[in-house]
Protein backbone atom coordinates (compact mmCIF):
# COMPACT_ATOMS: atom_id res chain seq x y z
CA UNK A 1 0.00 0.00 0.00
CA UNK A 2 1.40 2.79 -0.99
CA UNK A 3 2.29 5.68 1.90
CA UNK A 4 0.59 9.29 2.69
CA UNK A 5 3.34 11.39 2.46
CA UNK A 6 2.66 15.91 4.07
CA UNK A 7 5.36 17.76 1.38
CA UNK A 8 5.41 21.35 1.53
CA UNK A 9 2.09 21.72 2.47
CA UNK A 10 -0.22 19.12 0.85
CA UNK A 11 -0.67 15.12 1.36
CA UNK A 12 0.24 13.72 -1.79
CA UNK A 13 0.98 9.62 -2.65
CA UNK A 14 4.53 8.35 -1.89
CA UNK A 15 4.93 8.24 -5.59
CA UNK A 16 4.23 11.71 -5.94
CA UNK A 17 6.29 12.75 -3.09
CA UNK A 18 9.11 14.06 -5.22
CA UNK A 19 11.89 16.96 -4.44
CA UNK A 20 13.91 18.85 -6.77
CA UNK A 21 17.72 17.33 -7.66
CA UNK A 22 18.55 21.40 -6.50
CA UNK A 23 17.19 20.69 -3.10
CA UNK A 24 20.34 21.98 -0.87
CA UNK A 25 19.22 19.21 1.67
CA UNK A 26 20.50 16.83 -1.01
CA UNK A 27 22.95 18.89 -2.34
CA UNK A 28 24.39 19.55 0.58
CA UNK A 29 23.03 17.50 3.59
CA UNK A 30 21.94 21.03 4.62
CA UNK A 31 18.31 20.61 6.76
CA UNK A 32 17.37 19.01 9.76
CA UNK A 33 15.27 16.17 10.95
CA UNK A 34 13.35 14.15 13.73
CA UNK A 35 12.85 10.65 14.13
CA UNK A 36 9.77 9.52 16.64
CA UNK A 37 7.57 6.97 17.25
CA UNK A 38 3.92 6.58 17.87
CA UNK A 39 2.64 3.49 20.15
CA UNK A 40 -0.82 2.32 19.97
CA UNK A 41 -2.27 5.19 18.62
CA UNK A 42 0.05 8.02 20.68
CA UNK A 43 2.50 9.95 19.70
CA UNK A 44 5.87 9.17 22.27
CA UNK A 45 7.67 12.70 23.43
CA UNK A 46 6.34 15.09 20.21
CA UNK A 47 6.78 17.65 22.25
CA UNK A 48 10.34 17.14 23.16
CA UNK A 49 11.44 16.18 19.61
CA UNK A 50 9.66 19.00 18.43
CA UNK A 51 11.55 21.30 20.76
CA UNK A 52 14.74 19.24 19.14
CA UNK A 53 13.41 19.83 15.80
CA UNK A 54 13.42 23.65 16.25
CA UNK A 55 16.36 23.87 17.82
CA UNK A 56 18.71 22.36 15.49
CA UNK A 57 16.45 24.23 12.85
CA UNK A 58 17.38 27.65 14.50
CA UNK A 59 21.32 26.55 15.26
CA UNK A 60 21.45 26.20 11.54
CA UNK A 61 19.89 29.91 10.81
CA UNK A 62 16.71 27.87 9.21
CA UNK A 63 13.29 28.69 9.73
CA UNK A 64 10.81 25.88 9.75
CA UNK A 65 7.87 27.26 7.27
CA UNK A 66 5.43 25.94 10.38
CA UNK A 67 4.56 27.13 13.76
CA UNK A 68 5.04 24.73 16.33
CA UNK A 69 1.38 23.86 17.04
CA UNK A 70 1.32 23.09 13.04
CA UNK A 71 3.29 20.81 12.39
CA UNK A 72 2.43 19.01 15.54
CA UNK A 73 -0.74 18.88 13.51
CA UNK A 74 0.74 17.64 10.19
CA UNK A 75 2.19 15.07 12.14
CA UNK A 76 -0.81 13.56 14.19
CA UNK A 77 -2.58 14.27 10.77
CA UNK A 78 0.22 11.92 8.80
CA UNK A 79 -0.36 9.08 11.29
CA UNK A 80 -3.83 9.41 10.71
CA UNK A 81 -4.25 9.36 6.94
CA UNK A 82 -2.19 5.84 7.14
CA UNK A 83 -4.11 4.58 9.09
CA UNK A 84 -1.26 3.92 11.52
CA UNK A 85 -1.20 3.21 15.43
CA UNK A 86 2.26 1.66 15.24
CA UNK A 87 4.39 4.04 13.73
CA UNK A 88 7.89 5.67 12.84
CA UNK A 89 7.70 8.88 11.88
CA UNK A 90 10.29 11.13 9.85
CA UNK A 91 10.20 14.61 9.78
CA UNK A 92 12.51 16.54 7.63
CA UNK A 93 12.79 19.94 7.00
CA UNK A 94 15.92 21.22 4.65
CA UNK A 95 17.23 24.83 2.97
CA UNK A 96 15.11 24.19 -0.10
CA UNK A 97 15.86 24.47 -3.57
CA UNK A 98 18.45 26.74 -4.70
CA UNK A 99 21.40 27.15 -7.14
CA UNK A 100 24.55 24.77 -7.37
CA UNK A 101 26.23 27.10 -5.25
CA UNK A 102 26.25 26.80 -1.02
CA UNK A 103 24.92 29.68 -0.40
CA UNK A 104 21.21 29.30 1.69
CA UNK A 105 20.38 32.69 0.43
CA UNK A 106 19.58 31.78 -2.71
CA UNK A 107 17.53 29.22 -1.13
CA UNK A 108 14.20 31.16 -0.68
CA UNK A 109 12.15 28.55 0.49
CA UNK A 110 12.72 25.28 3.00
CA UNK A 111 11.40 21.93 2.12
CA UNK A 112 9.20 20.26 4.85
CA UNK A 113 7.69 16.53 4.77
CA UNK A 114 6.68 14.33 7.34
CA UNK A 115 6.63 10.13 6.50
CA UNK A 116 4.75 7.86 9.11
CA UNK A 117 5.20 4.33 7.99
CA UNK A 118 4.85 1.02 9.99
CA UNK A 119 7.60 0.19 12.12
CA UNK A 120 10.10 -2.32 11.43
CA UNK A 121 11.25 -3.84 14.74
CA UNK A 122 14.23 -4.73 15.74
CA UNK A 123 14.06 -8.56 16.29
CA UNK A 124 13.41 -9.93 19.41
CA UNK A 125 16.51 -11.92 19.85
CA UNK A 126 18.23 -8.76 19.85
CA UNK A 127 17.05 -8.20 23.50
CA UNK A 128 17.46 -11.32 24.23
CA UNK A 129 20.92 -11.69 23.02
CA UNK A 130 22.39 -8.26 23.24
CA UNK A 131 24.63 -6.88 20.89
CA UNK A 132 28.40 -6.65 20.36
CA UNK A 133 29.86 -3.26 19.97
CA UNK A 134 33.40 -2.43 18.77
CA UNK A 135 35.31 1.21 19.03
CA UNK A 136 35.24 2.94 15.61
CA UNK A 137 38.50 4.61 13.91
CA UNK A 138 36.20 7.75 12.89
CA UNK A 139 35.57 9.97 15.45
CA UNK A 140 33.44 12.53 16.95
CA UNK A 141 32.88 15.51 14.94
CA UNK A 142 34.12 18.90 16.63
CA UNK A 143 31.04 20.90 18.29
CA UNK A 144 33.10 23.91 17.71
CA UNK A 145 33.28 22.58 13.65
CA UNK A 146 29.48 21.27 13.39
CA UNK A 147 28.09 19.86 17.10
CA UNK A 148 26.61 16.53 17.11
CA UNK A 149 23.88 18.13 19.01
CA UNK A 150 22.21 19.30 15.95
CA UNK A 151 20.26 16.26 14.24
CA UNK A 152 20.99 17.49 10.52
CA UNK A 153 21.46 16.26 7.42
CA UNK A 154 24.84 15.46 7.71
CA UNK A 155 25.30 12.00 8.89
CA UNK A 156 28.17 11.37 7.17
CA UNK A 157 30.35 10.75 10.17
CA UNK A 158 27.50 8.08 11.65
CA UNK A 159 27.55 6.57 8.51
CA UNK A 160 31.14 5.92 8.37
CA UNK A 161 31.02 4.45 11.88
CA UNK A 162 28.55 2.32 11.26
CA UNK A 163 30.31 1.15 8.04
CA UNK A 164 33.35 0.60 10.01
CA UNK A 165 31.43 -1.63 12.74
CA UNK A 166 29.81 -3.61 10.16
CA UNK A 167 33.27 -4.18 8.77
CA UNK A 168 34.69 -5.46 12.23
CA UNK A 169 31.71 -8.00 12.14
CA UNK A 170 30.16 -6.04 15.08
CA UNK A 171 26.41 -4.63 15.76
CA UNK A 172 27.20 -1.31 16.06
CA UNK A 173 30.04 1.32 16.78
CA UNK A 174 31.16 3.16 19.68
CA UNK A 175 32.43 6.55 18.49
CA UNK A 176 34.83 8.57 20.57
CA UNK A 177 35.55 12.54 21.28
CA UNK A 178 38.97 14.19 20.39
CA UNK A 179 39.96 13.74 23.46
CA UNK A 180 39.34 9.58 23.71
CA UNK A 181 36.49 10.39 25.87
CA UNK A 182 33.31 8.05 24.71
CA UNK A 183 30.87 10.02 22.87
CA UNK A 184 27.58 7.57 21.42
CA UNK A 185 27.05 4.89 18.91
CA UNK A 186 26.09 5.61 15.15
CA UNK A 187 22.30 6.10 16.01
CA UNK A 188 22.31 5.48 19.86
CA UNK A 189 23.50 7.47 23.42
CA UNK A 190 25.03 5.21 25.55
CA UNK A 191 24.75 3.60 29.16
CA UNK A 192 26.53 1.93 31.87
CA UNK A 193 25.96 0.60 35.23
CA UNK A 194 28.56 0.64 37.37
CA UNK A 195 27.59 -0.49 41.36
CA UNK A 196 24.28 1.18 41.09
CA UNK A 197 25.23 3.95 39.43
CA UNK A 198 23.89 4.40 35.80
CA UNK A 199 26.70 6.42 33.89
CA UNK A 200 26.56 8.00 30.48
CA UNK A 201 28.12 10.50 28.65
CA UNK A 202 27.51 14.48 28.69
CA UNK A 203 26.20 16.51 25.91
CA UNK A 204 29.39 18.18 25.87
CA UNK A 205 31.32 14.65 25.06
CA UNK A 206 29.64 15.51 21.58
CA UNK A 207 26.36 13.36 21.73
CA UNK A 208 22.88 13.76 20.51
CA UNK A 209 20.77 14.65 23.80
CA UNK A 210 18.33 11.79 23.11
CA UNK A 211 15.07 12.32 24.00
CA UNK A 212 14.97 8.08 24.92
CA UNK A 213 18.26 9.03 26.81
CA UNK A 214 16.08 11.43 28.79
CA UNK A 215 13.30 8.92 29.83
CA UNK A 216 15.92 6.18 30.80
CA UNK A 217 17.75 8.23 33.65
CA UNK A 218 14.56 9.89 34.65
CA UNK A 219 13.67 6.02 35.20
CA UNK A 220 16.77 5.40 37.10
CA UNK A 221 16.55 7.66 39.45
CA UNK A 222 12.68 6.47 39.87
CA UNK A 223 14.33 3.04 40.49
CA UNK A 224 16.86 4.47 42.80
CA UNK A 225 20.20 4.85 40.65
CA UNK A 226 22.41 7.63 41.05
CA UNK A 227 22.30 8.81 37.79
CA UNK A 228 25.82 10.97 36.58
CA UNK A 229 26.26 12.29 33.16
CA UNK A 230 30.47 12.61 33.07
CA UNK A 231 33.11 12.05 30.72
CA UNK A 232 33.58 7.77 30.43
CA UNK A 233 36.70 6.23 28.46
CA UNK A 234 36.76 2.80 26.83
CA UNK A 235 37.89 1.25 30.22
CA UNK A 236 34.72 2.31 31.92
CA UNK A 237 32.38 0.80 29.31
CA UNK A 238 34.82 -2.23 29.82
CA UNK A 239 34.65 -2.43 33.34
CA UNK A 240 31.41 -1.90 34.06
CA UNK A 241 28.34 -4.29 35.31
CA UNK A 242 26.33 -3.45 32.70
CA UNK A 243 26.20 -1.25 29.22
CA UNK A 244 23.41 -0.48 26.86
CA UNK A 245 22.21 1.31 24.25
CA UNK A 246 19.02 3.98 23.74
CA UNK A 247 17.20 5.57 20.79
CA UNK A 248 13.39 6.16 19.58
CA UNK A 249 14.04 3.30 16.58
CA UNK A 250 16.06 0.81 18.53
CA UNK A 251 14.61 1.68 22.28
CA UNK A 252 16.88 -0.19 24.86
CA UNK A 253 19.25 -2.45 23.48
CA UNK A 254 21.56 -4.30 25.68
CA UNK A 255 25.04 -4.07 25.09
CA UNK A 256 27.28 -7.98 26.28
CA UNK A 257 30.93 -7.06 24.60
CA UNK A 258 33.19 -4.12 23.62
CA UNK A 259 36.17 -4.76 21.43
CA UNK A 260 35.81 -8.03 22.87
CA UNK A 261 35.64 -7.50 26.34
CA UNK A 262 32.58 -9.16 28.27
CA UNK A 263 30.40 -6.89 29.84
CA UNK A 264 29.24 -8.32 33.33
CA UNK A 265 28.23 -12.25 32.58
CA UNK A 266 27.80 -11.80 28.69
CA UNK A 267 23.91 -11.40 28.87
CA UNK A 268 21.77 -8.40 29.23
CA UNK A 269 22.12 -7.01 32.94
CA UNK A 270 19.38 -7.77 35.29
CA UNK A 271 19.18 -3.42 35.81
CA UNK A 272 19.10 -3.35 31.94
CA UNK A 273 15.92 -5.79 31.85
CA UNK A 274 14.26 -3.88 34.80
CA UNK A 275 14.87 -0.27 32.72
CA UNK A 276 13.27 -1.84 29.56
CA UNK A 277 10.42 -3.15 31.63
CA UNK A 278 9.89 0.50 32.73
CA UNK A 279 10.64 2.15 29.54
CA UNK A 280 7.65 -0.29 28.38
CA UNK A 281 5.41 1.04 30.99
CA UNK A 282 5.82 4.47 30.17
CA UNK A 283 5.08 4.31 26.59
CA UNK A 284 2.03 2.45 27.28
CA UNK A 285 0.99 5.31 29.57
CA UNK A 286 1.67 8.80 27.84
CA UNK A 287 2.03 10.32 24.36
CA UNK A 288 0.11 12.05 22.60
CA UNK A 289 -3.41 10.60 21.09
CA UNK A 290 -3.52 10.32 17.21
CA UNK A 291 -7.53 9.46 17.08
CA UNK A 292 -9.15 11.54 19.31
N1 LIG B 1 22.48 9.66 18.81
C1 LIG B 1 22.31 9.79 17.48
C2 LIG B 1 23.47 10.12 16.64
C3 LIG B 1 21.03 9.61 16.92
O1 LIG B 1 20.86 9.75 15.60
C4 LIG B 1 19.95 9.29 17.76
C5 LIG B 1 18.57 9.13 17.19
N2 LIG B 1 18.42 7.95 16.44
C6 LIG B 1 20.18 9.13 19.14
C7 LIG B 1 21.47 9.35 19.62
C8 LIG B 1 19.09 8.77 20.08
O2 LIG B 1 18.19 9.85 20.22
P1 LIG B 1 16.65 9.60 20.51
O3 LIG B 1 16.57 8.85 21.78
O4 LIG B 1 16.09 10.98 20.63
O5 LIG B 1 16.11 8.86 19.36
Known amino acids: MSLVIYLNGEFVKEEEAKISVFDHGLLYGDGVFEGLRSYNGKIFKLDEHLVRLYNSAKAILLEIPLKFEELKNVIVETVKRNNLKDSYIRVVVTRGVGDLGLDPRKCPKPTIFVIASSI ?16 VPTRRILHESLNPAIKSLNYLNNILAKIEATNAG ?26 NILKTPPVSAGILEGVTRKVVMDIGKNI ?14 YTSDECF ?3 TAAEIVPVVSVDKRIIGDGRPGKITKKIRKEFQIIIELEGFSIYE
Open 245 to 247: LTG
Open 170 to 195: ATEGLILNQFGYVSECTGENIFIIKE
Open 120 to 135: QLYPETLYERGVDVVT
Open 224 to 237: GLEVKEENLTRYDI
